[in-house]
């Protein structure tokens, strides 16, 4: 499955228009990116927060950053493009498992 390297969201199927850019690690959503150029790890993770926050962490903000930086510290990209927001705590999986079904 084609999916975003900087939030892992899906690039196909209901998705495919979502398509943003391509780097060299791979395709990059819309959502993570801005007239051609990748937002900041800051922006990316904003986005993430508000995204887990409304869609699976029912309004808890500090669940939807733990749920973020689960979700984006997984990814091959932010493990070789570390910033500061990802330092703090993470999800469990069993957290992370159950937002993830409800999406």
Same mark, same amino acid.
Request: net charge negative.
């Given at each position: 499955?084609? &999916?975003?390297?900087?939030?892992?969201?899906?690039?196909?199927?209901? %998705?495919?228009? !979502? $398509? +943003?850019?391509?780097?060299?690690? /791979?395709? #990059?959503?819309? $959502? !993570?990116? *801005?007239?051609?150029?990748?937002?900041? /790890?800051?922006?990316?993770? *904003?986005? /993430? #927060? #508000? $995204?887990? &926050?409304?869609?699976?962490?029912? +309004?808890?903000?500090?669940? /939807? *950053?733990?749920?973020?930086?689960?979700?984006?510290? =997984?990814?091959?990209?932010?493990? =070789? %493009?570390? $910033? =500061?927001?990802? !330092? +703090?705590?993470?999800? &469990? !999986?069993?957290?992370?498992?159950?937002?993830?079904?409800?999406?």
């Amino acid at each position: 499955m084609k &999916t975003c390297i900087t939030c892992g969201m899906p690039l196909e199927g209901e %998705h495919a228009n !979502d $398509f +943003g850019m391509e780097l060299p690690e /791979g395709p #990059v959503c819309k $959502f !993570d990116s *801005e007239n051609g150029k990748l937002k900041s /790890g800051d922006e990316i993770f *904003e986005g /993430g #927060v #508000v $995204f887990f &926050t409304q869609s699976a962490a029912d +309004g808890d903000r500090s669940l /939807g *950053e733990r749920l973020t930086r689960k979700n984006m510290k =997984a990814l091959p990209y932010w493990q =070789a %493009h570390p $910033f =500061a927001k990802l !330092d +703090g705590p993470e999800a &469990t !999986d069993e957290e992370f498992n159950a937002a993830m079904a409800k999406l």
